[in-house]
Structure formats: C-alpha cells, structure tokens
C-alpha cells in the first residue's frame, strides 16, 4: 500500500506538524508491467472515514514513476476539478 500524507510544518519544528490530508492507494493486481489501484482519500486526521473512492486500472507501473500514479488517483477522486490534459 502507499500512503500520501501531506503535512505542514512550522519552519524549523517538526514537533508543530499538522496533517492536512492523507491518500491510500492499494494494488489490486495486474501484470508485472500494468495494474490496478484502489485509492480511498480520507478525513483529516483520520485512518478509516473515507470520503472520496476510485480506481486506476491498466496503469504503466514500470513505464512512469509514482508521481504519475498520484495525479490519477487524484484525477479519479476528484473529477469534478478542471485539470488538463
């Protein structure tokens, strides 16, 4: 599983962090060269109120990087912003 947590921390404290949101993206199978995701966005603060689903399926796992798979998994949560192609 990968875990997406972004955080905020006052310049120089890392004690001062805070959560401001937390992405779960799950393998679901495939090939060795393509996959499937499940990816669940959840709550602030939270590990199991989940407010957004979806998932990524046929992904290029070993042609892109991880950056790529997070933009589609925040395509699919949140198809109703205007991203472009």
């Known amino acids: 599983m990968i ?3 972004i955080e905020l921390w006052p310049y120089g404290f ?4 805070v959560e401001l949101g937390r ?11 393509r ?7 959840l709550r602030k603060g939270s590990e199991e109120k ?4 979806c998932k990524v399926k046929d992904y290029p796992r070993v042609s892109y ?3 790529r ?10 198809p109703e912003e205007n991203w472009k192609e």
């Open 69 to 78: 798979l997070i933009c589609r998994a925040l395509k699919g949560t949140f």
């Open 35 to 41: 996959g499937d995701y499940g990816v669940r966005v």
């Open 50 to 53: 989940v407010l957004r689903e």
């Open 23 to 33: 992405m779960l993206i799950a393998n679901q199978g495939g090939t060795h060269k």
């Open 65 to 67: 990087n991880i950056w």
């Open 3 to 5: 875990v997406v947590k």
């Open 14 to 17: 890392e004690s001062g962090k």
